[in-house]
């Protein structure tokens, strides 16, 4: 029996946030999106204007999937 979880990468994100003294989605701002001169990435939903997320379709292309 395989059973697969993924909690070891959201204990890493934490250890590392308290390591910054921050919260995670600022720490990967600073320090992985900013560099790299994306500065309206964000994990956060709601720092993103609905108009701004990218938008998923249907097998025939004909309307957009609604945001879940």
Do not use: C, K
């Not at 993924?6 to 600022?26: E, K, L, S, V």
């Not at 720490?27 to 956060?44: C, H, I």
Request: no cysteine; charged share 20%.
């Amino acid at each position: 029996f395989y059973s697969y979880a993924n909690i070891g990468h959201t204990i890493a994100a934490q250890i590392m946030a308290d390591r910054a003294g921050t919260d995670f989605d600022t720490l990967v701002r600073r320090e992985v999106f900013a560099p790299l001169g994306m500065d309206s990435a964000t994990f956060r939903e709601s720092d993103v204007p609905i108009g701004a997320l990218s938008r998923s379709y249907t097998q025939g292309g004909a309307r957009a999937e609604p945001f879940w």
